[in-house]
């Protein structure tokens, strides 16, 4: 035995494997269990990897999306991503200490499932956490629906929209009465700016305000009702009258100013929105906001319309009306179809001296 070891060594290379060929022939049961143990530490090691490249993708998009919505409406998405891969059932939980939404859930093979997946699992934590046990399921799945969809647009991921749609949706909506109706309320909100400016923004400070209660329907009820009262202020046509003057809810009182017509503001400036502003300060409403539209995008012109936003906005705090804070510019797409500049002026009411 000495003497065919000491032959095979002078071989070199050729010997080891002509010793591993041996091997193998001579003991078929040991080498099939040694070769299964390396070519399961291989699929382990290859899947690690995998994973580990995985997870650094899908945490850096989700926490670049969540810091830039953070920017534009503060306290909406105010954590980071944590990804982790399990067997069991999807979740997620808040590390407060680092800011981190830890999310845990199945590898499914796919980027495409895995973004999904992790976005879903993230955003009941990750999104306006505070108002969450305030909001009706239906209310609440929409949300996380919009926002994962929000950014698989960002990315230009179109397969995994395409997942979520035939996949993800048909199934939740199945679950969850009512949902499809709120799907397709914040989808038209997305569109012309309103989801994350005005009704995230809205619901944060809900939360807020009534964050140490005990949830109760009238809470779910009332954001309902407030986000279709933003509703009817995006589907409605330039110089149509709202129904209501605005939301005046229990813990949510909101109204919008549209700047109208050149006609109106010709004829009598700024006077008529001061008034208006007037009746919201007595009617008990606690902020406004300015609206007005501006020429499509490219267009040169100037905007009677924006300046006297700006004009109502500055007389009101001069009149010790209201105080202005946020001032927002975007494109959006009105009912007609064109891509206009829209500015928003958040005003918050005064209380009257008299």
């Not at 080891?16 to 049961?29: D, G, Q, R, Y």
Request: contains cysteine.
């Amino acid at each position: 035995m000495n003497e065919a070891l000491q032959i095979l060594q002078s071989w070199g290379p050729w010997g080891l494997l002509a010793a591993v060929i041996i091997f193998v022939v001579t003991n078929p049961e040991k080498a099939e269990r040694v070769g299964g143990w390396f070519l399961g530490l291989f699929s382990w090691t290859c899947r690690g990897i995998r994973q580990s490249s995985i997870k650094s993708k899908l945490q850096g998009q989700v926490s670049s999306f969540a810091l830039s919505i953070d920017k534009e409406v503060k306290g909406v998405m105010p954590y980071n991503m944590r990804l982790s891969f399990i067997k069991e059932i999807d979740r997620a939980q808040l590390d407060t200490t680092k800011k981190t939404v830890i999310v845990c859930i199945k590898d499914r093979g796919s980027e495409d499932q895995n973004l999904v997946h992790s976005m879903m699992a993230f955003c009941p934590v990750g999104v306006i956490p505070q108002a969450r046990p305030y909001l009706g399921i239906a209310m609440n799945e929409g949300i996380n629906i919009t926002v994962t969809r929000k950014l698989l647009n960002r990315l230009k991921h179109y397969s995994a929209l395409k997942y979520m749609y035939e996949e993800v949706l048909p199934a939740c909506a199945k679950d969850t009465p009512g949902l499809d109706a709120f799907c397709r309320i914040f989808d038209l909100l997305d569109e012309s700016g309103l989801f994350t400016r005005v009704v995230l923004s809205e619901i944060r400070d809900f939360g807020a305000h009534v964050e140490t209660r005990y949830p109760e329907q009238s809470h779910a009820d009332e954001a309902a009702e407030f986000v279709n009262y933003v509703y009817q202020v995006a589907t409605k046509a330039e110089g149509d009258e709202m129904p209501d003057i605005g939301h005046l809810g229990r813990y949510m009182t909101a109204a919008f100013v549209f700047i109208g017509t050149g006609e109106v503001m010709l004829k009598r400036g700024a006077t008529p929105y001061l008034d208006h502003m007037r009746r919201l300060r007595d009617a008990g409403f606690e902020k406004a906001y300015l609206a007005a539209r501006g020429p499509p995008k490219g267009s040169p012109k100037p905007s009677l319309s924006i300046e006297m936003a700006e004009r109502v906005s500055y007389l009101s705090e001069r009149a010790k009306l209201a105080k202005r804070g946020r001032d927002m510019r975007y494109y959006a797409t009105t009912g007609d179809g064109v891509n206009r500049l829209h500015v928003l002026i958040e005003m918050a009411i005064l209380p009257s001296t008299s």
